[in-house]
């Protein structure tokens, strides 16, 4: 199960979110996905990175929801919510863990990564993301001033690097630096639909 977080240092809403991620880690794949919006409210998060927020506006129109916003949970790209509702969440992991998936298979190798994945049924893109395993901030201004947060899996950088035809499987040795934290591999509907498989290093 794939849960991404969209979140930022400057809302005051989001550690409570932040800590509900880091308390799914051993149970899903998570990533922790902090958009721009918020950075020119008082303080700029050192994690956040405009692609997460286009990211983040392409869920929104999937969904049918005005617009984006902090904390947002979204699990297997077919269901969001408020990133700090627990219950919720363990409601939509329950359910995505009942859907059938394809299988994501990756193994270091002296390059980088080779990424195996099952032969599938359906169409899907291929996504490579790279994370950190962890962060923290000491936040100097804006909503959380004073706090001391801590994040984990933070998503880095995020690239398709194919696709997958149905019936046919998907094998690929890609390029990784050797410091990278955390490598996640998903297969999901082309305009950010629903997740099919993940996998991690």
Known sequence: VLVELFTSEGCSSCPPADHLLESL??????????????????????????????????????????GPYTPQMVIDGAAEFVGNDTRRAMDEMARARSR????????????????????????????????????TSQVAAGENKGRRL?????LRSLRKIGAVKPGAGFDLNVHVPPDTGRVIVFLQDGGLGKVYGVGTL
Do not use: C, M
């Open 100 to 135: 059938e998936k394809i299988g994501v298979h990756l193994a270091r190798t002296a390059a980088g990564v080779q990424v195996r994945i099952d032969p599938a049924a359906r169409a899907a893109d291929v996504w490579l993301a790279l994370a950190d395993d962890s962060g």
């Open 150 to 154: 801590h994040h984990v899996a933070i």
């Open 25 to 66: 880690d051993p149970q899903a794949i998570v990533l922790s996905e902090h958009v721009d919006y918020w950075d020119g409210l008082g303080w700029r998060d050192p994690f956040s990175d405009h692609a997460n927020t286009r990211r983040q506006e392409a869920y929104a129109r999937g969904f049918g929801i005005e």
